[in-house]
């Protein structure tokens, strides 16, 4: 259960136009805020802009998935706490598997998607997420 009163963001990259809307959908069903795009460089753009949830879809236009994962993790504007997400409508090989974990990935999903268990890993990340956030939040207090 979702113990953060604020509404959660998700920004949701991918070249199929139909995929990327379908996915936006799901994520403003289950209550998000979703943003979409097109293109590995406007996820990187709009990443800054502090979105909870990263899902990025292999056939991102201009940058592979795992490049722009990359390139979040190398950013240091981008929060780190932040999971991101890599969806494959290809069969999910040892190795597209490895280099997306290698890359900074959280998770990697092969389509078609199991919503229930995407948004079930989504709720323990962002518990986990929102628990850093209050354990650093108090850290800056001072107890005297």
Known sequence: METNPRKRTALVGCSDDWMCRSL?????????????????????????DGPDVVLVDERIDDLSAVEVCMALRGDPLFDHATPIVITSCAHADPQSRAAAY???????????????????????????????????????????
């Open 24 to 48: 936006q959908t799901v994520f403003e069903e289950k209550g998000y805020t979703a943003t979409r795009v097109g293109s590995g460089k406007q996820m990187l753009k709009l990443a800054r």
């Open 102 to 144: 290698r890359a900074g990935a959280w998770e990697y999903f092969q389509q078609p998607l199991n919503v229930g268990d995407l948004f079930l890993k989504l709720g323990t990340f962002l518990r986990a997420r929102d628990e850093l956030e209050v354990s650093q939040s108090q850290r800056r207090v001072d107890q005297a």
